[in-house]
């Protein structure tokens, strides 16, 4: 009994923006460890500047007490895979283990990174075995919105952990294998002590539409489509890349897919056997650009209203190449991410102005979730039988709804955990406990940094990018203390200076009076701050950064 | 017919954000105008600072050629009335019109603003005829998610004009009225030249939820909870209002309206019999800390995310005599605005995270839109028989599904325009004609100020936002060109200086090293900056607002 309680088996959820346990998670026992996934998360409207974030796995390198075996993918979105190239920077020896296409596309974005070679990256097909340290996983083929997702059966000496990925039960999924029913209740017969599952969709009652249901909706427009045909979504769906090409191909167009990661990533995908079409099906812009409009569609990136991207760029007339017309139909096949609606819809309607005719669902079913719904996560619990549920993959929000469906569904309230990113859980023979919070969350990265911008430096960002900042310099005599000449103001943000001599003569005489009052002492220069922000918060209610430089010459 | 020419009746949306013709719409004819609404927007996520926008009507106070008689209200929602003390303001002798529950929420906002006593406010009952000016307009009620609502036919010599406001058709609505079909099948009869309809939700199949599916779901959620029950919703759904007191009554709890505004419109709405609760029904936040959890109902404000709302204090631990508890079940009775999904729901998680039960939709309907989905277009389309269709109340996206389901419910193509805000619509004789463009669109509100943030402050915002600022102050020797002493920095929102100490060394050095490599003349300020621009891009691919402040000594 003693010596069980020394080795317990710990899970521990790694970072990740609002969502729990998704981009990557940390199991270890006994000082041995690996981990599950090293995904990207986009960052919040009020993370000003951060061009994305990863999850924070500094502590992990300073751990001298595990030794990690290697690193398992789920499958190849930026959300599960995004952050390799970070880690492997970090812990240059690790294996990385993935199915053929997860492998490709982490070959894309090793070579990008200059990593590849010196990376050792592994493969296994769904449904194998992988063996990584003392831990074995048995994976299990999930469906989702990509092909060759798993997820994994871990075995331990309390049972079986299942760690579901994003998974969903499509019965008719676009490349044919089903999720594994038949290994998933085989779990159950061998006794599942901890269910991690996704719970992106436990507000969503019924069963996730079958991706089978964009086809029909793409050939609706497609026949109805005048002019050239754009379909916008994210460049790693390859099964929508495959969609698009197959109703091209009914409909006598060629494809065009433009974007340096979505042509990788089809090309990829094309060589291991994930995307089937012929050589000549494709063509590059430049060709697509002498064909008559109704013989093209375009496949582009920007479904989340990305400025950068190429829809963001069609948008706003600033795509090199390409330009929106009359007549052309543009298909968004993706739903936007929680935070981005608003740059979406913006998109849309921008679209709309230059002319264009915009598919989105609900008009159309062009895109579906990749996540099981309620009566899916129904199944999973019934075909697992798990002893213990960890929510996963959601927001808080969402992990509550799962637990709360799961206590419905039977399993004992006391068995369901719901826990942060960051709090390891202890499984051994007596159940589950929530243990210790580890340091660390999430790592903003901006422009070429990593890390080097803070909570501090965004919420400075924020009080700027409310009021913006007023700053002025002064010149003061050493000696006697007098201003030597007018007090310079720098501002951005604050009010529009052409428009406010005015006020700022009278922030001027406001400064001029101060030091002309009294010599200032010591600390002239939060004297002129204080009084400059009381001024200006009174004159107009806004509390804008104020900064003085005092010059005693 | 050259008589004719020279008296179209002129219609312009006036200002909103995103939205068409949604907050303000000018008619005119022959140098006699009223208006339609006067309500305010709340502004996108990239509108730093921004509390509100107001419609831009500067324009119209400078125009000689027209003679303004009224402005008439649909309804008391923010959007529709939240301007209306600017109004005022700029045209002290203008009359307002609007029937008694809108009337009673104008009072309410002209005194706050102190403008009541010298404002011409008028009422008329939801059927009853307006005479403005010329103008003949008759009100009709319509059904929305506030009682009192209407649209106006308005009588032109080239037929009926018809505005619907807000509307859906509530064939069971809270306070009994339905939308009055006769007085629109009337107009028919008479013959429309125009239908100005409602787009909000043209994307959305079917027929709009009754508000009466509320209370049921309420009734569930009061039955279910045991301790404390918070709704938050829009302090100007009165009908909401209605539908909590009635479960609470029905639950045994006592009723606390928080907020300063949601309790000033619910004291108003009872005195014109609009909201249906004793005085021993409402207790006051005292009392009610003092009540059994189990005994108590609080309506609260903040159900949009706003942080400085009473559901967003409560999110954050901040409000002053309130807190969370373990087992109170929250119910966000109201749908994220465009925008607000991110905010909403981290509101949400909050509270989840303090130990409540958070209720929304699609969990429970505990809310449903106040506007009409597709059929109920296509029913007010066919009511009406309109000659010509303008959408509004929707972004583009909106208006042009508005457009494509009206052309295929039979009005002819040419007949249906979709135009942008600012933008005159000419009706005579002959038709419909898309006239000149006026200027201005819409006013930024912050803090104090009205209209003194404009686009360009926007944009320094969103630099500021993006990557903060460098400012670097030097003193120079006049006559030899030397630096005095050492640059000093002033940096916000760029990277955390503190752990950037090596990096503040190189820019004093590259700054030293221009200074003495050559003699600076004339520009140094920008020969300053743009040196440090290059240096700080190629150093970490950002670029922070730079400025230069050169001191000759």
Redesign the interface.
């Given at each position: 009994m003693a010596k069980k309680k020394k080795k317990p088996f710990k899970i521990t959820p790694i970072g990740g923006l609002?969502e729990i346990g998704k981009n990557m998670t940390l199991f270890e026992m006994n000082g041995e460890g690996f981990l599950i996934d090293c995904g990207i998360m986009f960052p919040?409207?009020d993370m000003?500047?951060v061009d994305y974030i990863i999850p924070d796995f500094r502590w992990l390198e300073e751990r001298d007490d595990i030794r990690l075996h290697g690193v398992c993918f789920t499958h190849g979105h930026e959300d599960h895979i995004g952050a390799v190239q970070l880690l492997v920077t970090a812990f240059p020896d690790l294996p990385l283990y993935a199915t053929p296409l997860t492998a490709g596309l982490l070959q894309v974005k090793l070579k990008n990174a200059r990593r590849l070679k010196t990376t050792n990256l592994n493969t296994f097909n769904a449904g194998e075995t992988v063996q990584i340290g003392p831990f074995k996983l048995e994976s299990f083929h999930v469906c989702h919105s990509i092909p060759d997702c798993v997820g994994f059966g871990i075995n331990t000496p309390y049972g079986i952990v299942i760690h579901t990925g994003d998974y969903k039960f499509d019965n008719t999924p676009v490349h044919g294998r089903k999720t594994d029913y038949a290994r998933l209740a085989g779990f159950a017969q061998r006794g599942v002590a901890l269910l991690l599952a996704d719970s992106t969709n436990s507000?969503?009652?019924g069963w996730t539409q079958s991706e089978a249901v964009i086809e029909p909706a793409f050939e609706r427009v497609f026949r109805e489509a005048k002019g050239r045909v754009m379909v916008a979504t994210f460049a790693s769906l390859i099964s929508r890349v495959q969609q698009v090409v197959t109703v091209a191909r009914k409909y006598k167009r060629k494809v065009c897919i433009t974007g340096y990661t979505m042509s990788q990533y089809a090309k990829i995908a094309r060589k291991l056997g994930y995307l089937s079409v012929d050589d000549a099906s494709l063509i590059n812009i430049g060709q697509a650009r002498e064909m008559p409009p109704h013989k093209v569609v375009f496949m582009v990136t920007g479904s989340q209203g990305e400025p950068s991207a190429v829809l963001g760029k069609l948008a706003s007339g600033r795509h090199q190449q390409l330009e929106v017309r009359e007549n052309d139909t543009i298909i968004l096949s993706s739903h936007p991410i929680?935070?981005n609606?608003?740059m979406v819809?913006?998109t849309?309607?921008r679209l709309?102005?230059r002319g264009a005719d915009?598919i989105y669902d609900?008009?159309e079913a062009v895109h579906v979730s990749g996540h099981a719904c309620q009566e899916e996560m129904r199944l999973m619990l019934n075909l697992t039988q798990p002893r213990h549920l960890i929510p996963i993959h959601g927001?808080?929000?969402h992990l509550?709804?799962h637990a709360k469906l799961a206590a419905a569904s039977g399993i004992p309230k006391e068995n369901i955990t719901v826990i942060s990113n960051g709090t390891t859980v202890e499984l051994d023979g007596r159940g589950l406990t929530v243990g210790e919070r580890q340091p660390g969350g999430y790592v903003f990265v901006?422009?070429?940094?990593v890390g080097?911008?803070?909570r501090?430096?965004i919420r400075?960002?924020?009080?700027?990018?409310?009021?913006?900042?007023v700053?002025v310099?002064v010149?003061v005599d050493q000696r006697s203390g007098e201003l030597i000449d007018e007090p310079?103001i720098?501002s951005?943000?604050?009010?529009?200076l052409k428009?406010?001599e005015d006020f700022l003569e009278q922030i001027r005489d406001n400064i001029s009076q101060l030091v002309s009052r009294r010599r200032l002492n010591g600390n002239r220069q939060s004297l002129v701050e204080e009084s400059l922000g009381k001024f200006i918060y009174n004159e107009?209610?806004?509390r804008p950064?104020i900064?003085s430089?005092v010059?005693e010459?």
């Open positions: 609002g919040a409207n000003h500047g507000d969503k009652a929680p935070g609606e608003e819809y913006r849309i309607n709309i102005e915009v609900p008009i927001e808080i929000r509550h709804l901006d422009g070429s940094g080097d911008v803070g501090a430096v400075d960002r924020e009080i700027l990018a409310q009021d913006g900042f700053l310099s010149n310079r720098v951005r943000g604050f009010v529009y428009d406010a107009t209610k806004r950064m900064f430089i010059n010459v």
